[in-house]
């Protein structure tokens, strides 16, 4: 059984589909961006990791210029191979070349290695800066609330069981890309 909610409208809002949602395994994430800012074009992706992630590998885009930002740990962090780090990626930051238009959209793509940690939801706070203002894409559900009131939820991915725990198919599984807001 999936431990996915049903996908709201992504269309309005800067959202994550991931290829797997499997515990442990590794998933291409793919950020939307729709529009711009009350008009005005998009010029930088600030895509925030959550703690749980260690890294991420951005893929090319030809419109986009892409940074890794890095921040040392509290305490070295013990991988499961036996290594350990003491440095994590903390946000990947994409610089449009030139302003991505208000009507026009793009995709930004991620590759990451989920934790082992099904059931639990990973949160990407995103700040998508525009020629004239911004956007904080940041806005988390708390308990009891409806995540479809949110004006501006943080994209978010659930992890699944691993592999072959969970049945056919939970390896390839959407989840809840937006926040659970619709679209608008």
Known sequence: MLLLAAAGG???????????TSANSYALLTFAVPHGCDGSGTTKVAITLPAELNDAQPTVNPNWTAEKVTEQLAEPRKLADGSSITKRTSQVVYTAKAPLEHQLRDTLVLSVKLPDAAGTTLYFPTLQTCEAGQTDWSEIAKDGQDPHSLKAPAPSVTITGAAGAGGPGTEHAAAVTDGGAAAG
């Open 10 to 20: 992504a269309a309005a809002h800067v959202g994550v589909t991931p290829d797997k």
